[in-house]
């Protein structure tokens, strides 16, 4: 799903989740991260952020923790739009790689560190390729989307939503056949109005089934902008086209979202398979930030062999 996660941070998107995507991580996550970094912000340590985006992570880190003296790599597997803010002689972006096959010489990385990115990939490669680059005693630090979490459970309300929103004569279907029918027969037409009463009924029961989702799709503000009496029926006919294309990227991350958060079960996984690839004081919590789970925090050290 690259091509969408492109077209995302192409957008210049620095978080994957919160209410202004431009801005970085705030509260007990950005905290965390802030104390972690100042651990080793004057050692010569190579630091390398697992599906960094548009570099969140290093920018906590260089400009927020002071982190000069590290370098940092940015690997993702996406095309990125990185801010001209992290160009710096200490930071390095290694796009369109994959966390499967890493960059790096073995034994040669100090850090390793993810927020929800490593997830994403395939952890039974993934995770020995860490290993693979990761010295004696080297550490990780990762916030894992949790599938009961406080993000990863509205994100799944949200994609309900967009399944029941492009159903045959789900809303998207009525609402375009409402903006054909205006031009075609005027705003007072029968036409109009039998469509419009259908549309009023697709939403009323996409509110009793999922208001919260509906609202997340950012359809009701979407649907007050598109009939506004002034927008004109080429624009009207524009502004739904780019609405549904959003909404097809919006589809696949989401998907993508549920699918890579991890259960208990899989938590469980993932910690036997970082027993088995070397790492010893592997530990695993629920991450909370205003008394609500927003993952989970896996941290690790890669043992001497």
């Not at 990125?80 to 710096?88: G, H, N, Q």
Request: aromatic letters at 10%; a negative charge.
């Amino acid at each position: 799903m690259s091509n969408y996660w492109t077209d995302y941070w192409q957008q210049g998107h620095l978080t994957s989740f919160g209410e202004d995507l431009t801005r970085n991580y705030t509260g007990d996550v950005l905290s965390g991260w802030v104390q972690f970094f100042a651990q080793v912000k004057n050692e010569s340590v190579n630091v390398v952020d697992i599906g960094t985006g548009n570099g969140a992570l290093i920018d906590i880190a260089v400009n927020t923790a002071d982190c000069k003296t590290p370098h940092f790599f940015g690997v993702d597997f996406a095309k990125l739009k990185i801010s001209s803010e992290l160009d710096a002689d200490n930071i390095t972006f290694c796009p369109q790689t994959s966390a499967e096959k890493l960059p790096f010489d073995d034994d040669s990385v100090h850090i390793v560190v993810s927020q929800f990115g490593i997830e994403y990939s395939d952890l039974s490669e993934s995770v020995p390729e860490v290993a693979r680059v990761l010295d004696e005693g080297g550490k990780i630090r990762w916030l894992m989307h949790a599938r009961e979490s406080s993000i990863v459970k509205p994100n799944s309300a949200i994609f309900d939503a967009i399944i029941a929103m492009q159903q045959d004569r789900g809303l998207l279907f009525v609402l375009r056949q409402l903006i054909n029918a205006l031009a075609k027969f005027g705003p007072q037409s029968a036409q109009a109005e039998q469509c419009r009463n259908e549309l009023n009924g697709a939403i009323q029961q996409c509110v009793q089934h999922n208001a919260q989702g509906l609202h997340g799709t950012g359809f009701p503000a979407f649907l007050k902008a598109v009939m506004n009496p002034s927008v004109q029926f080429r624009d009207k006919k524009h502004m739904l086209k780019v609405f549904e294309t959003e909404m097809k990227g919006q589809f696949e991350r989401l998907r993508d979202l549920i699918d890579t958060s991890l259960s208990e079960s899989e938590l469980a996984s993932l910690l036997e398979l970082l027993s088995a690839n070397g790492f010893e004081n592997v530990s695993s919590s629920l991450f909370m930030q205003d008394t609500k789970s927003v993952g989970y925090l896996i941290t690790g050290v890669k043992r001497g062999s």
